[in-house]
């Protein structure tokens, strides 16, 4: 049944030359990474249809379909069979009935049939290569279907020969429109929606639907992230190995024993914060990221405890100092509330200086949690190492992260490239707002303590971070526009 | 389900869903509050739970850690009750010399009521000197919804207690007055006359005046039962005069131990179910779930997934070397505007096909090339193309065409260009053309470099 006679949701066809991204178009706009997408012609052989629904609703659909293989003998078979403009539109319908079994146009007839059953045109070529001509028996197939089109210029490659191509194109299409499928941000993506519903007056109300939706869920992904980073920061500022030693071990080299345990420690650290990686992929739908880093090559400059990273991600010294003054002020003041005021705010100045001068002391260095034995007891003693001494750990997990869900929240899915985290320069947490900068070091400190966190405190932990990604959003934007 | 039990249930859930994907949760949410739209009910924590449990199966089991506090409460109970017991064994002690002071049991009575106000303020205050206790007791760590109840539950569980412990010293001055013969009287080494310790009496006795007004002492019992340990007892020396006290100091028993006790204690189970109501009401973990029943669930077009299914980018096929040759057929445009010179140069026929031409133009090419060859020992043909341009289809017809016609064992050689002519075309384009040139499967079709390129030695191996 044709969509079309249902009055149903706009459809869109992405078609095109083989082998010039259509299914990147797709990919990137459907947010599925798990496309085929290869630098091969005729890696698409069928006609794919991808929904965007909304509680099973479908607001549009985009089809990827295969490259025109043989379109000179589909326009020589047309005009053959073609008496006037008038009868063009059937006449592509009654190539499609003609050939559907035939080998030779197996690609022709996958292409055209979603748009003789109503589809939309999305024409996609690519914009670094130059224009060749040969491609005007597509363009001019497309032009008999007489359905709405438009045409995206994709660049695939290095080289730009967009302008020709945007001057040929124009002469075949209602809209032309240079869309880069890789690099393309979100909002060009919902631009780009926007303008596929001006191609028929029916499509605006859907598409501007889609378009309010996909918004929604990209801003609930971000506070979703915030929450997972919030929960992962809680445990690995927490976390203590512990091991209990029998009588017979209970001799063990104490050196020995922190060895043992730090590689222990080390290893489920690296291990959470994986687990948070694989999850803020997931939550963002790249389930297939192949990566930069290895993951068992702990040791390099990639690895969480590497000086590369406490240099990258760590917080300076000033920086510290004014967020333990304010986190120790937040304690201080706890003990001016008990004594109802009669301390008049000494608490909190005390606080706040012990707060600045403890964090100080930590700043440059990422001091490692250390060997705890406890007593013997029933010829059993319990050995720990953890959780960490100083906070400076947990902002070089926060910004690890923060950066990690900046480049998955930025990539797009036709990326098949490896997903590469390269460190940032100067400190971007400078640009978060002194309060947020105080509770999270307060934050920080208390889950070092190991005091756990409520369903409200964890709640504003989440706040928080999520203050802290658009801080760092902007910082990167600026960064980008400073470069330029 | 109580209150408190659909909190902590709740709280539960949205723990063991922590480790649960956001989308999961987001889809499995809106599913259930679209099926309530249908039912036309309205989506609340229980239901919610109720669905969940449903659907996993689970029986509803009494919650441990409530079971916990129910067997704090019921010890509690039965440590009130047995103090309460021995506590008025002691107050009634009674060896037949001295009389049971009256003011000391009044005492006791006011020393109770100030506890059980002081239990109820701490618990709206909701300060816990006991919590190290409980802390050290319980093996649970982690900030839950039952920590922040322990104030009222410990409330509940003193009052319960408080209340055995004034049923049971009640029930045992009843039976003491049935068995034993007690002989209370008053004391006080204050200068108090008999005529204020009576109206104190009548103060403390108002409540039941009217219910009981042999309960409430008269002047005279006041008058002629006070004693003094050492000396003379008081005036009327009868005996049966100090066993009169007991229906007031029941009375005041009742009053001001068991029952302010009862009323403590339903407002600590009140104050505990409104407790419980607004934490759940302010839950995070409630909003996040409104949020996500509220928010319709977006499927991108994420469900079909084909990236497994990749074409085979293998070829055993190489690079040869460009064979001497008079013919050169472009196509698709290809060598436009210019040709390399080493192309170009020594051709006899230089050709067009493919591209903007017809399918017509084709066949007059095909034909002008036959011509050529047919005159050759070892014809061969060059047949030029734009090396990032995949072949397509018109491509292999043309060349199916053309063995047709061209004399056979013409070698045809594919020449593949890049956009830049003085650039070697990248390696990905060139494989492109080696699996055409495979996939086709003629005999005699190879590809070839234009001389000068160094691709050549990337794929001579």
């Known amino acids: ?484 | 389900m109580s209150d408190i039990r659909l909190l902590l249930d709740f709280d539960d859930q949205v723990h063991r869903d922590h480790n649960q994907s956001p989308a999961f949760l987001h889809r499995r949410d809106r599913r259930f509050a679209l099926d309530c739209q249908e039912k036309g009910i309205t989506p609340g924590p229980q239901q919610w739970l109720d669905h969940l449990n449903r659907l996993s199966q689970q029986q509803e089991t009494p919650h441990i850690r409530l079971r916990r506090w129910r067997a704090l409460t019921g010890g509690f109970a039965a440590a009130g009750a047995l103090f309460g017991i021995f506590t008025m064994l002691g107050l009634l002690f009674y060896e037949g010399g001295q009389r049971i002071n009256l003011t000391v049991i009044l005492l006791f009575v006011v020393l109770q009521l100030l506890l059980a106000l002081l239990t109820t303020v701490q618990s709206l205050v909701g300060w816990q000197p006991w919590r190290w206790l409980l802390h050290n007791l319980s093996n649970e760590r982690g900030a839950t919804a039952l920590q922040q109840l322990q104030p009222q539950l410990m409330a509940r569980a003193a009052h319960t207690g408080g209340l055995c412990f004034g049923l049971t010293g009640l029930l045992t001055l009843l039976v003491l007055v049935v068995v034993q013969d007690l002989a209370f009287g008053w004391s006080t080494t204050l200068d108090t006359g008999a005529t204020s310790y009576h109206r104190l009496l009548q103060f403390l006795a108002w409540p039941w005046h009217s219910l009981w007004p042999a309960a409430v002492p008269e002047l005279s019992l006041v008058e002629s039962t006070r004693f003094f340990r050492s000396g003379e007892t008081a005036a009327g020396e009868d005996p049966a005069l100090w066993g009169q006290w007991w229906p007031f100091v029941a009375m005041a028993w009742l009053f001001y131990v068991i029952v302010p006790r009862l009323g403590l204690l339903l407002l600590a189970v009140i104050h505990l179910r409104y407790r419980a109501q607004a934490l759940l009401k302010n839950h995070p973990g409630l909003l996040a779930l409104h949020y996500r029943m509220e928010t319709p669930a977006v499927d991108t077009g994420s469900r079909h997934h084909d990236a497994a299914d990749q074409p085979d980018l293998s070829t055993s096929s190489a690079l040869q070397p460009l064979p001497p040759s008079r013919t050169l057929i472009r196509w698709a445009g290809a060598g436009e505007p210019a040709l390399p010179e080493s192309l170009a140069h020594d051709k006899d026929l230089n050709l067009a096909a493919g591209g903007r031409a017809s399918l017509e133009e084709d066949r007059q090419t095909i034909e002008a090339a036959q011509q050529q060859l047919a005159r050759e020992k070892t014809p061969v043909v060059l047949l030029v193309t734009r090396g990032w341009e995949p072949p397509t289809g018109e491509l292999a017809d043309f060349l199916e065409q053309a063995q047709q016609r061209w004399p056979a064992g013409t070698r045809v050689v594919l020449v593949p260009l890049a956009a830049d002519p003085q650039a070697t075309p990248a390696e990905h384009q060139i494989d492109q053309w080696l699996r055409f040139a495979e996939r086709v499967g003629r005999d005699r079709l190879q590809v070839s470099l234009v001389p000068g390129h160094d691709a050549g030695e990337m794929h001579d191996e």
């Open chain 1, 1 to 484: 049944m044709n969509d079309r006679t249902m009055n149903t949701h706009p459809v869109f066809a992405v078609v095109g030359h083989p082998n010039k991204g259509k299914s990147s178009v797709v990919a990137t706009l459907s947010q599925n990474d798990a496309i085929a997408i290869a630098l091969e012609p005729g890696t698409t052989r069928k006609h794919q249809a991808y929904p965007l629904r909304v509680d099973e609703q479908t607001l549009y659909t985009l089809v990827d379909t295969p490259g025109f293989q043989r379109p000179r003998r589909v326009l020589e078979w047309l005009e053959a069979h073609s008496l006037s403009a008038s009868d063009r539109a059937e006449t592509v319908a009654a190539f499609v009935v003609q050939h559907r079994d035939d080998p030779r146009f197996v690609d022709e007839c996958e292409l055209l049939a979603p748009i003789i059953e109503g589809a939309g045109i999305i024409y996609v070529v690519d914009g670094s290569v130059p224009y060749s001509s040969e491609h005007e028996a597509e363009m001019t197939i497309l032009r008999w279907s007489g359905r709405p089109s438009l045409a995206l210029i994709n660049t695939i490659g290095p080289d730009d020969y967009s302008d020709t191509w945007q001057a040929a194109l124009g002469q075949f299409f209602q809209v032309v429109r240079k869309f880069d499928a890789l690099r393309a941000h979100f909002e060009q993506h919902l631009s780009l929606l926007r303008t596929f519903g001006q191609l028929e007056p029916g499509w605006e109300v859907p598409l501007e639907q889609a378009v309010h939706f996909l918004s929604e869920q990209r801003s609930q992904r971000k506070r979703d992230s915030a929450a997972l980073i919030a929960r992962a920061l809680e445990e690995m500022m927490a976390f203590q190995e512990k091991r209990t030693l029998s009588a017979a071990e209970s001799d063990t080299d104490d050196k020995r024993l922190t060895g043992q345990l730090r590689v222990r420690w080390y290893d489920h650290q690296r291990q959470r914060e994986m687990r948070l990686r694989l999850a803020i992929e997931k939550l963002y739908q790249h389930n297939r990221l192949q990566r930069q880093e290895p993951e068992l090559a702990w040791h390099g400059e990639h690895d969480l405890f590497s000086e590369n990273s406490r240099k990258t991600w760590g917080v300076s010294k000033r920086y510290l100092a004014t967020a333990g003054f304010g986190a120790g002020a937040i304690g201080g003041a706890g003990i001016d509330a008990l004594t109802l005021g009669h301390s008049f705010g000494a608490a909190a100045l005390l606080g706040g200086i012990i707060g600045a001068a403890g964090s100080v002391y930590y700043a440059d260095r990422l001091s490692l949690p250390v060997l705890v034995s406890g007593v013997l007891k029933n010829g059993l003693r319990t050995v720990t190492f953890g959780p960490v001494q100083d906070s400076q750990f947990g902002y070089i997990v926060l910004g690890r992260a923060v950066d990690h869900w900046w480049h998955i929240c930025h990539r797009n899915h036709a990326g098949r490239d490896l997903l590469e985290l390269e460190p940032a320069d100067t400190h971007w947490l400078e640009q978060l707002e002194r309060k947020q900068r105080q509770h999270l070091q307060f934050v920080l400190d208390r889950c070092r303590k190991q005091k756990s966190l409520d369903e409200r405190a964890r709640q504003q932990l989440t706040d928080t971070i999520e203050h802290v990604m658009s801080a760092y959003d902007d910082w990167r934007l600026n960064r980008a526009a400073a470069g330029n």
